[in-house]
């Protein structure tokens, strides 16, 4: 009697899905690979856990999620007729696996702060680094990626307005912060997928999972990522990573590890090679970052003794939201206030900024529904609720609690 010879699998047991399958082969590479392990010391909602204390999950978690749900996706596709080879089908889940590998710690503290670079540039820097690695194994996932495959719906599963990525970071990140607003019908979304004309498109009875999805993604945004909480707490990080930066390119001595050190340090015209930043961002996560605030506390730099002190006691500043730009008579007097209080640096407390959000942008790319008929409409043209396409913006000004403008 033949025996059925299926690859071996491992399986992860997951909070959110339950068992994870991945066969052994590529995917397992990857998963074992130090470059992945280092997800597991990376948050995927960096400080929201001052909010929602249960968020300490982390982007090794929501990978291995948006993988299952990759794998779900592909199978549905298939059982409509849609040809996807073996190679296709383990090309876009590697492509999956790895659409975060280049995130630093922190969230998005660094991008644009220690590092010249999105977290998007520095995933397919990683990509590529990998790929050598695995002799020329992540080809293909490194097309699908880049969207220059023949089979475009293959490239939305990964980075489109209804990819995995963001079917599993809104199921999982409302499931570790408790927040049921962001609770998505993903496993119905995923049975209404199809392909029309090489674009991945939604079966006319999915239009409503659709809504919901929409909906729970503009909440989750303001209830969770752009929490006032969040954010402020997400400023001072960033503030004080580039007030570390400016003492270390004065010289002055900081407590840091190996990699933390060289983004720190190293000069403001050094354009490093990919090598170089694949090498030290592949060494640097959350533990880094976190030793360094611990250590600063007791720093002899005032503004960065009292920006550590902040976040590792949770003195967090407080952020006011407005639909305009600060006044910047406002600004002056906290600026002023600060100065009062804390002498030459305190008005170096006072940060100002915005933050954007869109549920739905339907010029970047548009959800398409499929009717029986085989007609073909964007959701904003059959959809009987508001699906917020207008960007929403919101300004802010964050200061230590401590201080008040003078006609307060």
């Known amino acids: 009697m033949a025996l059925d010879m299926q690859p071996r699998r491992k399986i992860f047991n997951d909070p959110v899905y339950g068992f994870v399958s991945v066969p052994e082969g590529l995917l397992l590479e990857i998963i074992d690979h130090p470059y992945f ?46 040809e ?5 089908a383990e090309a876009v889940c590697a492509a999956i696996l790895l659409h975060d590998i280049g995130h630093g710690p922190y ?24 790929n050598q690695q695995l002799n020329g194994r992540l080809s293909l996932a490194i097309q ?10 293959l490239h939305q599963l990964v980075s489109g307005q209804l990819d995995m990525d963001r079917m599993d970071y809104l199921n ?35 239009i409503y999972s659709i809504e919901k999805f929409l909906i729970a993604r503009r909440l989750m945004y303001w ?5 006032k ?3 402020s707490a997400e400023q001072m990080v960033v503030h004080l990573l580039r007030h570390a930066r400016t003492l270390a390119l004065q010289g002055v001595a900081l407590e840091a590890s190996k990699p933390l050190r060289w983004f720190l340090y190293r000069a403001p015209n050094d354009n490093p090679t990919p090598d170089q930043l694949v090498h030290y961002l592949a060494q640097l996560d959350d533990v880094d970052v976190a030793a360094s605030i611990k250590a600063w506390c007791s720093h002899d730099d005032p503004m960065l ?15 006011e939201w407005r639909s305009a730009p600060i006044e910047i008579s406002y600004l002056h007097q906290l600026q002023e206030a600060a100065h009062r209080k804390y002498g030459n640096w305190g008005p170096n407390l006072v940060f100002t900024g915005a933050s954007s959000n869109r549920a739905y942008d339907p010029a970047a790319e548009k959800i398409n529904i499929l009717f029986k008929s085989g007609r073909v409409l964007p959701i904003d043209e059959c959809s009987d609720v508001p699906l917020y396409t207008q960007t929403v913006t919101k300004h802010f000004v964050c200061y230590p609690k401590n201080i008040r403008p003078s006609n307060h």
Not at 59 to 79: D, K, N, P, T, Y
Not at 84 to 88: K, L
Request: net charge neutral.
């Open 37 to 82: 392990q280092r997800l597991r010391r990376i948050r995927q909602v960096g400080m929201a856990h001052y909010v929602y204390p249960g968020a300490l999950h982390t982007r090794f978690h929501h990978a291995l999620g948006a993988l299952h749900l990759m794998q779900q996706a592909v199978e549905v596709l298939r059982s409509k007729g849609e």
């Open 84 to 88: 996807i080879t073996e190679e296709e």
């Open 107 to 130: 969230s998005h503290a660094l991008e644009h702060n220690l590092v010249d670079f999105s977290h998007e540039a520095l995933s397919l820097l990683f990509m590529e680094a990998l």
């Open 144 to 153: 699908i990626f880049k969207d220059q495959y023949p089979k475009p719906f």
């Open 172 to 206: 999982r990140d409302s499931f570790f912060t408790g927040v049921s607003e962001g609770v998505i019908g993903y496993d119905r979304i995923i049975k209404m997928l199809a392909v029309h004309n090489g674009e991945l498109v939604v079966e006319e009875k999915g």
């Open 223 to 227: 209830q969770v990522y752009l929490h």
């Open 229 to 231: 909480t969040n954010v």
């Open 305 to 319: 003794a009292f920006l550590a002190k902040g976040l590792i006691e949770r003195r967090l500043f407080r952020l």
